[in-house]
């Protein structure tokens, strides 16, 4: 089992709706839960972080997370053309400083 | 504000060769420090991480090692490189307790030819 999981994608979703991408984790005690966006060729770059159960918003991103279920989310709203990316979900691991990363989801903005 | 530094952006060795890569962080003090991989259309694979000065986690055996000579300074090091070992290196930091949040230098793209 790998220690964080996403769907590779690709996630294709028109111009103007909702996109929702998901993560699984296996570290029950992990506490720090990140979104990062990734475009072709560059780094990554931190979208949002979430540390207690709920839902955080910030601008069109909201992140959720459910630690019951070992589960982290993130929906776009009102996607953008410029919204394509890979999204990558990263946890922190709760017994060292160390941070892991799933395989990232793609996503395309259809205009 | 911090910052990082990671150079080279772009490298092409040949197999066999020795590979240095190294990246600085300015405007914190004991930060922890990572280096990841990143091949093509791939997720992040964690390489090694540091807690503080000599203090060195591998993650993945390989040939590559790892090195943290001053607070600020993190160095990926390889004496002979295989064709396996190209892609995009990223060094990133945080400071547990206090901002948890990685942040990333530019990358470099390692092609063993």
């Known amino acids: 089992q790998k220690e964080v999981e996403q769907n590779s994608g690709p996630l294709s979703v028109p111009e103007g709706a909702i996109a929702s991408l998901n993560c699984t984790y296996s570290?029950?005690?992990?506490?720090?839960f990140f979104w990062y966006r990734q475009y072709s060729g560059k780094s990554p770059e931190l979208i949002m972080s979430?540390?207690?159960?709920g839902d955080k918003e910030d601008g069109r991103f909201t992140a959720q997370l459910n630690k019951a279920s070992q589960y982290v989310s993130l929906l776009i709203r009102d996607s953008q053309p410029s919204d394509s990316a890979t999204y990558l979900c990263?946890?922190?691991?709760?017994?060292?400083?160390?941070?892991?990363f799933g395989s990232g989801t793609r996503l395309s903005i259809r205009p | 504000s911090q910052t990082i530094h990671q150079w080279p952006a772009t490298l092409v060795q040949p197999v066999g060769s020795p590979l240095s890569l190294e990246c600085t962080v300015e405007?914190?003090?004991?930060?922890?420090l990572y280096w990841y991989r990143q091949a093509a259309g791939r997720g992040l694979q964690l390489l090694f991480y540091?807690?503080?000065?000599?203090?060195i986690s591998s993650e993945v055996p390989q040939n590559l090692s790892a090195s943290r000579p001053q607070d600020r300074q993190f160095i990926l090091s390889s004496k002979k490189l295989l064709l396996s070992d190209s892609g995009f290196y990223l060094c990133?930091?945080?400071?547990?307790?206090?901002?948890?949040?990685?942040?990333f230098g530019q990358g470099t793209r390692l092609t063993v030819v």
């Open positions: 990133a930091w945080d400071e547990t307790g206090i901002r948890d949040e990685a942040f």
């Open positions: 570290d029950r005690g992990s506490q720090s």
């Open positions: 979430i540390y207690s159960n």
């Open positions: 990263a946890v922190k691991h709760s017994s060292a400083s160390k941070i892991i």
């Open positions: 405007g914190t003090s004991n930060p922890n």
């Open positions: 540091s807690v503080g000065i000599g203090q």
